[in-house]
Structure formats: C-alpha cells, structure tokens
C-alpha cells in the first residue's frame, strides 16, 4: 500500500508486468477508526496491520484476484475518515465501480453516520457504484454495540450486500472484496453494467481482453435486431389477423365469380391460403417467445 503521492510510476510499472480482464475502481469509506486501512492491509499482505494511524487524504492498493474465471484487478483507494479530509476524499469517489462502506460493530456512532457516506457515494460516485456494507471489528463480539441483524436491515432497505469482518483476524476479509466484484462482473455480463460508458470505474485489462468483449458484442447485436424484426412483424400480423383475412377472402370470392371458378375450388383455395396464413403466424410467435426466452436466459444458458 502506498500514499497517493507515491503511487503514479509503482502503477504504470505494475501495469506492464501483470495481466488482467478487468481493472475496477474500489472505495474504502466509512467513519475514523471503523477498520478502512486495516481491512485494506489484510486484504494486500495477509497480516494485520498493528501500528494503524490516522490516514492522511488517502492511500491506495491494488491485488489481482479470480472472479469466476476472470482475473481482476482491483485498484483500491483508501480514504480518510476524519472529517477534516472530507473535501479531499471526495474528490476521489468520482468513477468508482464498486465501494466498501465500513462501520465499527463496537461503536454505533460510526453505524449512525452510515446514511451520510452512503448518500455521498450514491451522488459523487458512479450511479451503478455496487456497494458492500462491512461490519468490521467482528472478534470484539463482547463489545458489540451494532447486531448483526440491525445492520442487515439497513443493508436491505438501502439495498446494499452485508459482510461483518475482523481484520485482526482475518475474518471474511478477502470474502468481502470478492463479493463485491463478483457482482460488478455479473453487471458487465447482464448488460447492466457497460465498461466502455465514461466514469464506469471498469477498464480492459489487455487489448485481447477488449477484442474479446467487442465480439461478443458485436455477434450478440445480429440476435438483438433479429429479435425486434420479429415482435415488428408480429405486432404487424396481428393488426392484419381480422381485418385482412376478412378482406382477402372477400377478394377471392369476387375473383372466383368473375373467372367463373366453381365454389368448391374456391373453398379450397381460401382454406389453403388460411393454413399457410396460420402457420405463418404460428411460426412467428414461436420465434419471438424463443428469442425473449433466449435473452431472458442467456446467463443461465451460458
Ligand atoms: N480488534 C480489532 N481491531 C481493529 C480491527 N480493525 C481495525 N482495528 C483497530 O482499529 C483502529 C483503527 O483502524 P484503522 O484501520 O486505522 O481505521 P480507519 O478506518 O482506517 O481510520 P481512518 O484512517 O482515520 O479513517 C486501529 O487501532 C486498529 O488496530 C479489527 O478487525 N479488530
């Protein structure tokens, strides 16, 4: 981990050496004393950080990690919870894909002042920043002041993912970074979530990365505008269904007594015309429900 101010040429070095799908953008926020850095450090060195000050502005971090065989990297940026950093820290909400909203489960004053930074990361942040609440400090159950099920409450009224942590012991740490990538790639891959879109907080990691992804895209498109062909078409047929049966067999029958043609050839003709008609339709509908069930679906399918 290192202060921001160092962090510029240890980043452009750490870009060259290593390999990724993706690069998301994480916050660490929450009240002064609540567990940020400390969450952070377990999270980078697999050890406790004994010695925690106050951060000064903010700190960053970055690991590489596996999410559902996609490797992603997590650049991490630490800030500061004293309020007196406040216009600092701000500054740096701007395109993060993903935030980790910290309390201390033995102090209720940093739980009370979650609705504050919660609505500071919905407004300064990405709109679709997904958020984790973490509950930290978990090995001090006997001085809990926070119980678990308040506190997931609160996660689902505001509609939040909830993990309670110890850093000290290590405690659903990495479990809680994972999570919250976990759902920013299901995002990407629902459509919901687009890398390319300014201020997402999500980059390719590699040029082949970002062919990959546009060719998906690009073989995916054929299949939406097939599907858009096909509800035009059925909304068409459908506004024809009464009135252009009705009309048609009315042209037939005068046709049929113009040319003299005898009512049992005519019957014949009007009764081919409605199978083909009808198998027309059928067909029609059985593509578009394949195709809304297709997208529907495609991430189970997949
Ligand atoms: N027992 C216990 N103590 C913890 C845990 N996490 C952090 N601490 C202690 O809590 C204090 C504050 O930790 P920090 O990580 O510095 O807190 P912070 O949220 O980064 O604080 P600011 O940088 O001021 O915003 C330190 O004394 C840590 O040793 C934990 O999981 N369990």
Redesign the pocket.
């Known amino acids: 981990m290192q202060s921001v101010y160092r962090q510029k040429n240890w980043h452009l070095k750490s870009k060259m050496s290593e390999t990724y799908d993706f690069l998301f953008k994480f916050l660490v926020i ?10 952070l ?1 377990q999270f980078i060195e697999n050890k ?3 010695d ?4 000064i502005g903010v700190e960053f971090g970055s690991k590489v990690v596996n999410v559902g065989g996609k490797s992603v990297k997590l650049q991490i940026w ?5 309020e007196r950093f406040r216009s600092v820290t701000r500054s740096y909400y701007r395109g993060a894909a993903g935030a980790l909203l ?1 309390y ?1 489960i033995t102090s209720r004053e940093t739980y009370n002042a979650l609705t504050n930074w919660l609505t500071d990361a919905r407004t300064l942040a990405s709109p679709n920043i997904v958020i984790i609440l973490v509950g ?5 159950e006997a001085e809990r002041e926070v119980t678990f099920l308040e506190a997931s409450r609160f996660a689902q009224e505001n509609e939040l993912m909830f993990l309670e ?5 290590g405690e659903n740490v990495e479990e809680t970074f994972l999570k919250c990538a976990r759902q920013i790639l299901t995002k990407i891959e629902s459509g919901e979530l687009d890398p390319e879109r300014m201020g997402s907080g999500i980059q390719y990691g590699d040029t082949s990365a970002r062919r990959i992804q546009r060719t998906q895209q690009q073989t995916k498109r054929p299949d939406c505008s097939f599907k858009k062909l096909l509800l035009r078409m059925n909304t068409m047929t459908s506004n024809w269904t009464i009135s252009s049966i009705y009309q048609i067999d009315k042209a037939i029958k005068t046709f049929s007594r113009t040319v003299k043609i005898p009512d049992e050839a005519c019957n014949c003709i009007i009764s081919g015309f409605l199978i083909c008609y009808s198998s027309l339709l059928l067909s029609i509908y059985a593509l578009t429900l394949l195709s809304s069930f297709r997208t529907e679906h495609r991430s189970l399918i997949k």
């Open positions: 929450g009240s002064a004393g609540a567990g940020k850095s400390c969450i450090h406790f950080k004994q925690s000050n106050h951060t630490d800030t500061a919870g004293q910290v201390d930290n400090k978990k090995d001090l942590t110890s850093a000290l012991t």
